[in-house]
């Protein structure tokens, strides 16, 4: 049995470390390398919100947005409360922008995120901003149920790093390049 096999929390811990740190530092040279292309050009900036409490995965995924020059459009809350109160424009988010997408983990401090989709899904006000729900959990359950509560896709996030970043580029061309969004409220 290999090492990962044998001590896989502990293997994985480790590489989560430097793994990560090996894909964002590729990430930034690529970046400064080319000029990077810019497939989200359109009329209107793009607002994102990010519900993420893994300061890993939400690094990862806003340097993956950085490559598509969204990122200044990107806020990152790191609970479901915080969630909520940025969408309703409560407490100190009473300028923020309404999302054109939100990013939601399922597995939050203070609400989680199966809370935080169905208060979005049934708030008449909230209802219409597409919910794409990215974690780590691939439970038939909680697939089911994200999907009754409304989600707009559900997706697993893979353990491997470049493959997240991968998966998070593929959001964003879909999402801001194929799809026609609402654009009626503000
Ligand atoms: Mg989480």
């Known amino acids: 049995m290999d090492l990962a096999g044998r001590f896989p929390g502990y293997v994985v811990l480790v590489l989560q470390g430097t793994r990560a740190g090996v894909v964002l530092k590729r990430l930034r ?17 793009v607002h994102i919100l990010l519900v993420e409490d893994s300061p890993t995965d939400a690094g990862l995924a806003m340097e993956a947005f950085k490559d598509s ?5 990107l806020a990152h809350v790191e609970d479901g ?8 424009r409560e407490r100190q988010y009473s300028d923020a922008p309404r999302p054109d997408l939100v990013l939601l983990d399922l597995n939050l401090p203070t609400k989680g995120g199966r809370e935080v989709l169905k208060e979005i899904k049934s708030d008449p006000e909230l209802k219409d901003i597409p919910v794409v729900v990215l974690t780590t959990s691939d439970d038939d359950q909680d697939i089911l149920k994200s999907y009754e ?16 970043v991968q998966i998070v580029r593929h959001i ?4 801001f390049s194929v799809v026609t969004l609402p654009t009626g409220r503000k």
């Open 29 to 45: 040279k690529r970046r400064r390398q080319s000029k990077v292309t810019n497939a989200m050009e359109r009329s209107r900036p």
């Open 69 to 73: 020059k969204l990122l200044n459009n």
């Open 81 to 88: 409360t915080d969630a909520i109160a940025y969408l309703r």
């Open 149 to 164: 509560l409304h989600a707009n896709c559900y997706i697993t996030k893979p353990v491997d790093f470049e493959k997240f």
């Open 172 to 175: 964003q061309d879909f999402w």
